[in-house]
């Protein structure tokens, strides 16, 4: 009786030893993500941080973007550097091509840059449903205060 | 015969030894777990770009010719029902919107053939209305650049302006 349940337990101890994980489909899994992830990486990174509040639009251009003096326009603010310069809806609305708040903060953009040999350029990163008023008056203060350079931000099309 | 069990004989003890034997897979999993992590940090889903303007020919400098009276280009007039297709006061062409969107392969067509027609190949300008979705401008832009303008400028477009209706 004994002698069969030592059997027993060394059959049981044999087939665990047996058992073991399959681990072909898991290196497959791992084998495809690695290449994936392989295509995808940017030794450069990123230059740009685009806003999380605009969606922008898609273009074909394949230029790759550079530092610049940036100006977001969200979903409903103008932004530079973080800081809010002016509302969307304040600038549909307004007559004025010009708006003091950007101009105002472009021009000590320009102060900052004449001091360098860069070439002032604005990138302007806009949701891509605002109508072209905004940009537009955004193009206009920028341009009065000395930035002539334009370049808009895009998502490449695949 | 002898000879075939001979050699079954002779090789049931390495069959054995090739059921023993056992890759140690746990190196190659330490690398692959390491480096998921630190590949997933690095990588861009979404590739950015930028496309370059220019400002119209009465805001911009460098944009002017020896005589001082601003180059005659190619405008394409963004207008909420079509795109007209513009040279100083003559209007080329008109493409009305297909539904929702515009027409951009009769466009990029249209851009094309007149292009070969024009002095100035390498610029154009893209004059559009105020109330135009942004979007709708940058697909323009790509289409000018598809062309084979090089140079494009935005400029705002009059509202009084009626051209192609």
């Known amino acids: 009786m004994v002698f069969k349940v030592n059997g027993l337990a060394r059959k049981q101890e044999a087939l665990q030893s047996i058992v073991k994980p399959q681990m072909t489909s898991l290196i497959d899994i791992l084998t495809l993500l690695l290449v994936f992830l392989i295509q995808s990486y940017n030794a450069e990174g990123n230059l ?5 509040d605009l969606q922008l639009p898609l273009s074909a251009s394949k230029e790759a973007p550079r530092t610049a003096a940036m100006v977001e326009i969200t979903r409903d603010q103008v932004l530079a550097d973080g800081r809010v310069l002016a509302s969307v809806a304040d600038m549909v609305s307004s007559d004025s091509l010009l708006n003091n708040n950007i101009y105002d903060y472009m021009m000590a953009k320009k102060k900052l840059i004449s001091d360098t040999a860069q070439i002032p350029e604005v990138i302007i990163q806009c949701d891509k449903e605002h109508p ?27 | 015969m002898k000879t075939l069990t ?5 090789n049931a003890p390495s069959d054995a030894m090739e ?3 056992d890759l140690n897979i746990s190196p190659i999993m330490n690398v692959l777990i390491m480096l998921i992590p630190f590949l997933t940090s690095l990588a861009v889903y979404a590739h950015l770009s930028i496309l370059e303007l220019s400002l119209p020919p009465n805001v911009g400098s460098g944009t002017l010719s020896g005589s001082g009276k601003p180059k005659l280009k190619m405008t394409l007039v963004l207008h909420p029902e079509y ?6 006061e003559k209007m080329l062409d008109s ?19 007149r292009r070969e027609e ?3 190949k390498e610029e154009a300008v893209v004059a559009v209305r105020d109330e135009i979705s942004f979007k709708y401008v940058v697909d323009v832009l790509d289409v000018c650049r598809g062309a084979g303008f090089s140079k494009t400028a935005v400029a705002g477009a009059a509202a009084t302006l009626e051209a192609g209706k």
């Open chain 2, 6 to 10: 001979a050699l079954s004989g002779r």
């Open chain 1, 48 to 52: 740009i941080t685009v806003s999380s």
């Open chain 2, 19 to 21: 059921d023993e034997v």
């Open chain 2, 118 to 120: 024009m002095e100035n």
């Open chain 2, 83 to 88: 795109i007209a297709v513009t040279y100083g």
């Open chain 2, 95 to 113: 493409l009305p919107k297909l539904g929702p969107q515009y027409d951009y392969t009769s466009l990029s067509d249209r851009l094309k053939v």
């Open chain 1, 132 to 158: 072209f008023v905004v940009v537009k008056k955004v193009m206009f203060s920028c341009s009065k205060a000395g930035f002539s350079n334009f370049s808009i931000l895009a998502v490449q099309k695949e």
